[in-house]
């Protein structure tokens, strides 16, 4: 499988742009009650696959601000790749659309924090899914509107 120079640099920018957001909403991108403005680019991956790894990579950059550790080093990084490719599987059969992968890598990620934060003794699993759930969901329903008003304009996933 070839990737294209445009695939890699959107990627790269996917990344950059994921982790700088994070790190510049800093106080309110980690911990329990988080609210990652980053999280908007989500949809973006439902019309290219390769931005899922870009998802993942600015995961990790950003989770090196991060005051949970190794979790947030690891597992969420990797959750963050499966979340994203779930998404762009799921979205490909409603013609990529950028609503539904958002919802899908939403619920996965709402459902990785709040396991994590379980095995981290910060709260149990059944107290901290709804309200990540719901944020998650509302951050991917923004992104989606965004995408969604930006590609009536500009088809940016094309070659």
């Known amino acids: ?3 294209k120079t445009k695939d890699l640099a959107l990627t790269t920018i996917f990344a950059a742009l994921y982790a700088a957001l994070v790190i510049v909403f800093s106080p309110i991108s ?6 990652r403005i980053a999280g908007a680019l989500r949809p973006g991956i439902s019309k290219k696959w390769i931005l899922a790894f870009g998802y993942g990579i600015g995961v990790l950059v950003a989770n090196f601000f991060s005051p949970l550790g ?5 597992f969420m990084p990797i ?3 499966i979340a994203g490719l779930a998404g762009y599987v799921v979205a490909k059969r409603f013609g990529q659309n950028y609503f539904v992968s958002g919802a899908v890598t939403a619920a996965i990620i709402a459902v990785s924090l709040s396991f994590m934060f379980q ?3 910060i709260a149990p699993m059944i107290v901290a899914i709804l309200p990540l759930f719901v944020v998650e969901q509302a ?3 923004i992104g989606a509107s965004i995408f ?3 590609g009536k304009r500009f088809k940016w996933w094309q070659s």
């Not at 980690?30 to 609210?35: C, H, M």
């Not at 190794?70 to 690891?74: A, E, H, Q, R, V």
Request: with cysteine; hydrophobic share 60%; proline share 4%.
């Open 139 to 141: 951050v991917c329903l």
């Open 30 to 35: 980690f911990g329990l009650a988080q609210f």
């Open 79 to 81: 959750m963050s790749v």
């Open 1 to 3: 499988m070839k990737i």
């Open 70 to 74: 190794p979790w947030d080093l690891f």
């Open 148 to 150: 969604q008003l930006i």
């Open 119 to 121: 095995e981290l003794g």
